[in-house]
């Protein structure tokens, strides 16, 4: 099994094309896993150790269906959390509207670190630039505790689809147009822009079929009810190795160590094109710095225990475990990237 990459850096690279390590990604894993020792004396936590947290059981809401990327990844944690906090840690998944519904749940909870927020961007820097009505401010009604994975996009169709290839489904849908159908996450998602980003650079005519969560999508696809679609690896590859679904390209830059045999989508013939998702925690806004902080140390521990870091690396993750400042400064970034995409999101409502 390949070394897992671990890293403090909220843009870390994927693996090579091929999945075997050189000595460049080698010295990459070493210097991480010495950034991440180091990294703990930088987080501020005056008052962590000592503060009362938890006082009962902490209720972490997944703003999506279960099964997905972000739901896999809270149900991993919240044992170890609990170990570590003396407190009972469990999942509400509160699905709708690509994660605002969720959201904004916790963005009215007490600010005690009892409630908190596993999400991906769509509900905190892309529901934003929807023109959709938000009962929040992403920016400013939530206090980040760490991005902790980054995640690449794959396109999966229903092994019934007559396509082997990325090729062969563009020329499919280049001779069906408007007859093909892909589903999400949800409208104004991670996966939902993967899709639209795709039609945009292909000018295919492609139906977007949203759902509320990977988790509920994915039947749909392995039903044959909707033939494709875009999907975090993680979510999809225990289907892919099954065989229920066909994976024909993965989003990100480089090849997926856990899918080494699939092509990214600019290899298979969409140049330029590259898509990524990340997962992170996030508590309301006002919560304590000395909560945060003692949540955080939890965190960065339960991320490095094996038992959590080895089945996401081996399912396609690159694990991150950001600092709560860095995680507000990717907040911060994405939101205006994605401020510059939201004619994009308009046409594709």
């Not at 009604?141 to 489904?169: E, G, I, K, M, Q």
């Not at 994915?218 to 066909?246: C, D, E, K, T, Y």
């Not at 490095?304 to 907040?331: H, N």
Request: charged fraction near 15%; hydrophobic fraction near 45%; charge should be positive.
């Amino acid at each position: 099994m390949r070394n897992p990459r671990f890293t403090n850096r909220c843009d870390a690279g994927a693996a090579g094309a091929t999945g075997a390590p050189t000595r460049r990604a080698a010295a990459g894993t070493i210097a991480s896993w010495a950034g991440l020792a180091a990294m703990a004396a930088l987080v501020p936590t005056p008052g962590a150790a000592q503060v009362a947290y938890p006082v009962r059981p902490v209720r972490i809401v997944v703003p999506f269906a279960p099964g997905g990327g972000a739901d896999l990844i809270a149900r991993m944690l919240t044992p170890h959390l609990q170990q570590r906090l003396g407190q009972s840690f469990f999942v509400d998944n509160r699905a709708g509207a690509a994660g605002r519904i969720g959201a904004a749940a916790v963005a009215k909870a007490d600010p005690d670190g009892h409630t908190l927020l596993m999400t991906t961007e769509s509900s905190i820097v892309i529901a934003p630039h929807m023109s959709v009505a938000m009962s929040y401010d992403p920016l400013k009604d939530f206090a980040p505790v760490s991005l902790l994975t980054r995640n690449p996009v794959v396109l999966v169709v229903n092994p019934s689809v007559p396509a082997a290839t990325l090729a062969d489904y563009i020329a499919l849908a280049r001779a069906r147009p408007g007859q093909l159908f892909y589903a999400s996450s949800g409208a104004g998602g991670p996966n939902h822009l993967a899709g639209e980003i795709f039609k945009q650079m292909t000018g295919l005519d492609i139906v977007h079929v949203p759902f509320p969560g990977t988790g509920a999508a994915i039947p749909a696809v392995i039903s044959n009810q909707v033939g494709a679609m875009w999907g975090f690896v993680a979510g999809l590859l225990p289907h892919i190795r099954g065989g229920s679904l066909r994976a024909l390209a993965i989003g990100s830059r480089e090849r997926s160590p856990a899918l080494p045999e699939v092509p990214t989508v600019a290899e298979a013939g969409v140049p330029g094109y590259e898509a990524s998702s990340w997962i992170g925690l996030l508590a309301p806004a006002a919560t304590p710095q000395p909560i945060v902080a003692k949540l955080w140390e939890a965190v960065h521990a339960s991320m490095q225990d094996p038992s959590v870091r080895d089945i996401l690396v081996r399912d396609g993750s690159d694990i991150v475990v950001s600092t709560p400042d860095e995680f507000r400064r990717v907040i911060v970034e994405d939101d205006a990237k994605y401020a510059k995409l939201s004619g994009l999101f308009a046409a594709a409502k």
